[in-house]
């Protein structure tokens, strides 16, 4: 049988184009729908967030004090 040579710069480039060429189009797709205006950017979070990144209580019927 024939033995193909497996040089390992030849075997990086492969690999490196087999996880950067799918990545670059999916970056490439998304750029396209960003610009087209069919992906809207993330909206700003509520004010009532806290300054710690912790969200503000979501029943307030629940945390209310009963007395």
């Avoid at 999916?26 to 806290?50: C, H, M, Q």
């Amino acid at each position: 049988m024939n033995e193909t040579s497996a040089n390992p710069v030849f075997v990086a480039l492969l690999f490196i184009l087999r996880c950067l060429v799918p990545l670059a189009i999916l970056f490439g797709i998304s750029y396209i729908l960003r610009k087209l205006g069919l992906v809207a950017e993330t909206p700003e979070p509520p004010i009532e967030y806290d300054e710690n990144g912790d969200t503000p209580p979501t029943n307030t019927m629940t945390n209310k004090k009963e007395s």
